[in-house]
């Protein structure tokens, strides 16, 4: 995993390095004396979420049914605990979930329940591993569309695949980890992370 920024120590949390939130090298400033979990807190922010960890291998088997987990590939149970840990986490510093939406593979639905509880599938967020550029900038084009004029007292979410991520932000993210983002101006910029512990 890259490590860009610089490790932001939360006085007095209780959280495992791996669930600290740290400075993207791309971030604009936080207000002097607020950590980012403050501003998580405050809501107006994109948690976008690569799917956890999962069993070995690349893409999905061949012939596989995306309205049928058995025959992708899943979540591992390290990547499940991790999910759910990383949901605790957010949870006691007080983040805010309002929209939470989720490629309808089975690793990124099941990242989206384990971590915030409630998911609702999106399409626009289905994997580009193969799709051709027209098609990866339709649903490049949906998602900045669904996401304009959503923020407020709430975080948006949305967990997806690290080709789609690279793809909408430039940014690499190892499995389970969250790229937060502000909406400026029309544009997503990286805010900072929250980290995985792979």
């Known amino acids: 995993m890259r490590r860009r920024g610089l490790l932001l120590l939360l006085a007095g949390s209780a959280l495992p ?9 791309a971030a604009a400033p936080e207000p002097e004396g607020a950590s980012p979990w403050d501003s998580l807190r ?3 922010h994109v948690l976008l979420m690569r799917h956890a960890l999962t069993d070995p291998g690349i893409g999905d088997p ?4 995306l309205g049928q987990c058995a025959t992708q590939r899943n979540l591992s149970a390290p990547g ?3 999910a759910e840990a990383l949901g605790a986490a957010l949870h006691a510093h007080g983040t805010p979930i ?3 939406w989720s490629s309808r593979w089975c690793r990124c639905l099941d990242t ?4 915030f509880g409630r998911v609702e599938a999106a399409p626009m967020l289905d994997s580009m591993f193969r799709d051709d550029d027209a098609a990866v900038q339709a649903k490049l084009t949906q998602v900045r569309a669904r996401l304009a ?3 407020g007292p709430a975080n948006a979410a949305l967990v997806t695949h690290d080709v789609n991520i690279r793809a909408l932000t430039g940014e690499a993210v190892a499995p389970g980890e969250i790229l937060v983002l502000r909406v400026a101006d029309g544009k997503l910029l990286a ?5 995985s512990p792979v």
Do not use: Y
């Open 42 to 44: 405050g809501g107006g």
């Open 62 to 65: 061949p012939g596989f049914v």
């Open 191 to 195: 805010a900072g992370r929250i980290g």
């Open 149 to 151: 004029g959503l923020l």
């Open 80 to 82: 499940r605990r991790h």
């Open 112 to 115: 989206a329940r384990l971590t």
């Open 98 to 100: 309002g929209a939470v």
């Open 17 to 25: 390095a791996s669930f600290q939130v740290r400075a993207s090298g």
